[in-house]
């Protein structure tokens, strides 16, 4: 008899022992899942129009619009979305082949594609982050 | 041996005794639970972790469990999670791991057999059913006569990619894998590649039964662990994104699967030999 010894969803956040890449691959599962939770949701709320103008009313602009809990989820959700289109980005182009470089002989130490993959991961970064910068004005009226 | 083993006539020089912790389980008794075992292991400079285990095997404990064979990283027998990543047992020395305890599991993501005792099956079908082989459309490899042109482009193409010796340590690093048992996973879809760029193959549709379904390797996300854990070099996530790439191209495109290897015919049936080369020694056995 054999014992399974699979490390499930928790190999996902077993990530301390390996590269950026790793780490993006699990914020982008995190990010994609939020998303559709809140497209769930999304779709219950602006659904509660089939009931008619009063119902749309007393759910949606007196109970959410101008939430403060809800203004943060909304700053959340715009992150989510950010970091997982940007990073999508990335990946479309990198799982078609690019920005990954050509086959090497292996000599030790031995390159990897992800070490030639690196330099387009970080300027992922930083769009997310000069994005954000801008986010956080808007949604928190600094500008 | 033993642990005075610090004395003058002692060829090796023990630098520090360090804990083993060791995953301790038996299919032959599966409602044990797993234990962690701990053995003291007087360690020297250089020694590997395998050779900790094979310590331990001699004077600590005879029931223990491991697999290797060639100790020297080439058969691919003793991977296995040190200190919570797969890593070869044989490559890595104990002292490089700069702990005073080393934990040793078995490889993730494979049913346990015994104590570090894996069960690669799951890797093995997969890369079989992947057809790892030179495939020709009209004459069988055997009776082609003759030999395949390649440049060293050509060469350098797939060659990375040949060097897998089936450890499986990528396999036990992918987070796909861990969450989707069915994913085939970086060894395979590697080694599909592997063939696929080789000028002299024209398998392409064959490999595609297997590697483009919702098992294959459009499942693969890009988190490159496997990449990071092969021994070899062999780059596997590149391999998969490279072949992610080919099919697309291929489907777009509806370019023909096709070798595009020259061939060069045998001119001579016998060619001289030189001079200089000394002829092999007599045959020993009939
Ligand atoms: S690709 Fe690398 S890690 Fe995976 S089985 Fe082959 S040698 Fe081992
Ligand atoms: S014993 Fe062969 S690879 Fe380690």
């Known amino acids: ?143 | 041996m033993g642990n005075n083993n610090n004395d003058n006539n002692s060829a090796v020089k023990i630098v520090k005794n360090i804990a083993f912790r060791i995953y301790r389980w038996d299919g032959a008794n599966p409602d044990d639970a797993p234990q962690m075992k701990v053995y003291e292991v007087p360690v020297y400079k250089g020694m590997t972790v395998l050779e900790g285990l094979i310590y331990i095997k001699h004077y600590l404990d005879q029931s223990i469990s491991y697999r290797a064979s060639c100790r020297m990283g080439v058969c691919g027998s003793c991977g296995m999670m040190i200190n919570g990543k797969p890593l070869l047992a044989c490559q890595q020395q104990i002292l490089k791991l700069e702990t005073d305890t080393v934990e040793l599991r078995p490889l993730a993501n494979y049913p346990v057999v015994k104590d570090l005792v894996p069960d690669l099956t799951r890797m093995i079908v997969t890369h079989q059913a992947i057809k790892p082989f030179i495939i020709r459309r009209e004459t069988p490899p055997e009776e082609i006569g003759g030999e395949f042109h390649q440049s060293v482009e050509e060469l350098v193409n797939y060659l990375q990619f040949s060097y897998c010796i089936k450890c499986g340590m990528c396999m036990s690093a992918c987070p796909t894998v861990g969450s989707l048992p069915e994913f085939h996973g970086p060894q395979p879809l590697g080694q599909a590649l592997r063939y696929i760029n080789d000028t002299r193959d024209e398998g392409f549709e064959d490999r595609l039964a297997v590697m483009d379904t919702a098992e294959g390797i459009f499942r693969c996300h890009f988190a490159g662990a496997c990449s990071e854990a092969c021994p070899k070099g062999i780059d596997p996530a590149f391999a998969i994104q490279l072949l992610k790439g080919e099919i697309v191209r291929r489907g777009i495109f509806r370019k023909k699967a096709g070798a595009s290897a020259a061939l060069m015919p045998l001119t001579q049936e016998n060619p001289p030999r030189r001079e200089n080369i000394p002829t092999p020694p007599p045959r020993t056995v009939e």
């Open chain 1, 1 to 143: 008899m054999a014992k399974k010894n699979d490390l499930g969803i928790r190999g996902w956040f077993y990530a301390g022992r390996y590269g950026p890449q790793r780490y993006a691959y699990t914020i982008q599962r995190i990010t994609g899942l939020s998303i559709i939770v809140y497209l769930l949701i999304h779709v219950f709320v602006t659904g509660s129009k089939i009931f008619g103008g009063e119902t749309w009313n007393r759910v949606v602009i007196d109970g959410l619009v101008g939430n403060p809990v809800l203004h943060i989820g909304e700053f959340l959700l715009f992150m989510a979305v950010l970091i997982h289109g940007v990073n999508g980005f990335r990946l479309m182009l990198v799982e078609l082949g690019f920005f990954l470089g050509k086959p090497i002989r292996n000599i030790y130490p031995y390159e990897t594609c992800l070490d030639r993959n690196r330099g387009f991961l970080y300027i992922c970064g930083v769009v997310i982050a000069a994005l954000a910068a801008v986010g956080v004005g808007d949604f928190f009226k600094f500008i």
